[in-house]
């Protein structure tokens, strides 16, 4: 548990602003809204200067608004980027129970005064319409007609008294439209809107419908099907899955929304009564059910695909809190380690592991034993990707890649300038650094203006630079970083040879390539495969000794132009250079 907030009464209203760093919550005892920052873990109040009970809270979709609504009818707007308050005494005459905002950052609210109102982010009221019934569960989307609006969220979707859906029009507000459904469907318990202008309506005695909102099949039944036996008491949809989810009886039931006809997948909850609210996440990765007793049930729905590899290593996201480490070729036993959350990014190295989210890392020695927790370390902004070999870590953040020992003690001080660096280098202050890649020996980096730079670790020094045409947005180094792939910002391919400068332009290369895999078998022939969403494809050409010998005697004629370089440039380092890329 993150944190605990005791209310001085019944919560009445509780949800986060759109970047989920702010959870706002009411009650029916004050007129204080509480705020809780998720960044420090504070919690701070906020008076709404409204005295009567509140009973509405919700966040804009697109801004930092935040409506507050009473039992009496009163709007309170306050925008929480700037602490202004617009108070809006008497946008209804009754309580107000329901709403919902727009991409065009429009709120509509109902009411027991059985209207609905549409008010700007000012609280100025837009448009107005009466119902017969008290209304409920306000949503906004697009409802589709014989010419494309470009309005975006043009209809306001509303519950008539659980019996009917309303559907008003705001490019026609004199012709809204009431939909009836069966009695034998029993009450309209919650609905979805998806795809083109579809409706998906879950109903009280199990059953759930589609609807169309196109004026040439309005009122039609596209799907009609009984989930649930006894009763539904509540549907979700996960666009992002294409799924459909329905939970009523004791089991959630799943549906593909291309074919509703078939069941994806059923999951019963044995030991459970009484299930309420389903819901989703956005990503569609977590599926939670509530039941009325305050119990809550969290179903993980997508694993998300998260990796890394070193030589013959992968490893890879088998659970949210679990890292699986093996080896592919000699199939040893796999290692499984535990982590304390779940991670945006995975980097393996020969002897490490690092795992992390947003600016912080954390890292693993691995053996034949297991895994042990080194330490943990934050960078200066949120962690893009992370690559290991066997002594540093290459950290790419906005724009930059820092560079550290991983193993060195960030927090103190140290002598030796090998321990950190920071990319690129104050000359290239209008570089931003794209792509990254670490091999033995280099590190190499790309950037939005088109340089590619190779920095040699054992000497700490750049040891060659290449200005591409455009900006380069992905490189793709062999084992040794003597052959690279890189893609510019037109999609175009290339291959480029580090020994001789030399570029080619790879024919019929695809621009929905994602990714290039190198052979790291030594023989007389280089080999990569690129990955595109559809396929994978295999190219291999010669290469001969004048090409290692060509690189060493370029790296030689580097060092004697820089001084520094030429004194510790070594035969013994130019031998392990050529048998380095000799075994590549």
């Known amino acids: 548990m993150s944190d605990e907030i005791s209310l001085p009464g019944q919560c009445t209203g509780v949800g986060w602003d759109k970047d989920g760093d702010t959870l706002a919550m009411i009650n029916d005892k004050t007129g204080v809204i509480f705020l809780w920052d998720a960044n420090n873990q504070k919690t701070s109040q906020l008076d709404s200067g409204l005295r009567d009970t509140l009973t509405f809270l919700l966040w804009s979709k697109v801004g930092q608004q935040l409506a507050i609504g009473t039992n009496k009818g009163n709007l309170l707007i306050y925008n929480h980027q700037t602490s202004r308050k617009i108070p809006i005494l008497g946008k209804h005459t009754r309580k107000i129970t329901c709403g919902s905002w727009s991409l065009q950052n429009l709120l509509a609210l109902g009411s027991e005064d059985r209207t609905i109102s549409i008010s700007n982010a000012e609280g100025d009221t837009v448009r107005q319409a009466s119902v017969r019934a008290d209304p409920a569960e306000v949503q906004f989307s697009e409802m589709k007609g014989d010419e494309r609006s470009t309005m975006g969220d043009n209809t306001v979707s509303v519950i008539i008294g659980h019996k009917t859906l309303f559907l008003y029009n705001m490019n026609d507000p004199e012709n809204p439209i009431e939909l009836a459904f069966q009695q034998r469907y029993g009450s309209i318990v919650h609905y979805e809107w998806y795809g083109d202008g579809y409706i998906l309506i879950g109903f009280s005695q199990g059953y759930f419908v589609v609807i169309s909102t196109h004026m040439k099949e309005i009122g039609q039944e596209l799907f009609q099907a009984r989930n649930h036996k006894d009763n539904l008491s509540s549907v979700a949809i996960s666009l992002s899955l294409n799924k459909a989810a329905s939970v009523g009886d004791n089991c959630i039931k799943i549906h593909d929304l291309s074919d509703l006809k078939e069941m994806y997948a059923i999951i019963n909850l044995d030991d459970e009564r009484g299930l309420d609210k389903l819901s989703w996440t956005e990503d569609g990765q977590l599926l939670a059910v509530s039941t009325k007793k305050g119990a809550l049930h969290v179903y993980l729905t997508k694993l998300p695909m998260l990796g890394d590899c070193s030589n013959t290593r992968i490893a890879f996201l088998t659970s949210l809190l679990e890292v699986t480490v093996q080896d592919v070729v000699r199939q040893d036993s796999p290692l499984v380690i535990s982590i304390d959350l779940e991670p945006s990014f995975i980097g393996l190295g020969p002897f490490h592991l690092a795992i992390g989210m947003n600016n912080r890392a954390w890292f693993y020695a691995l053996s034949d034993d297991g895994a042990e927790k080194l330490k943990d370390r934050e960078y200066l902004g949120t962690v893009q ?13 906005e724009g930059k890649v820092q560079l550290h020992v991983i193993e060195g003690d960030a927090a103190a001080p140290s002598a030796d300038e090998r321990d950190m660096r920071l990319f690129p280098e104050k ?88 990714g290039v895999l190198w052979d790291n078998s030594p023989h007389d022939k280089v080999s990569m495969k690129v990955m595109s969403s559809s396929h994978v494809s295999r190219s291999e050409w010669g290469r001969g000794l004048y090409m290692i010998l060509s690189f060493i005697f370029r790296v030689f004629l580097l060092a004697m132009m820089k001084t520094r370089f030429l004194f510790t440039f070594t035969v013994k380092k130019l031998c392990r250079l050529a048998l380095v890329f000799w075994l590549v």
């Open 385 to 397: 990707s992370i690559q290991l070999n066997a002594d540093y870590a290459a950290v790419r953040f």
């Open 427 to 514: 000359e290239q202050k209008e570089a931003r650094i794209t792509d990254h890649a670490i091999t033995v020996d280099f590190l190499v980096y790309s950037t939005n203006v088109g340089g590619l730079h190779y920095f040699y670790l054992e000497d700490w020094q750049f040891v060659n630079e290449y200005r591409h045409m455009v900006g380069i947005r992905k490189i793709f180094c062999d084992i040794a970083g003597t052959q690279l792939i890189l893609i510019d910002d037109k999609s175009d391919g290339f291959v480029y040879n580090p020994v001789n400068d030399h570029i080619t332009e790879i024919p019929n290369f695809s621009p929905t390539i994602l």
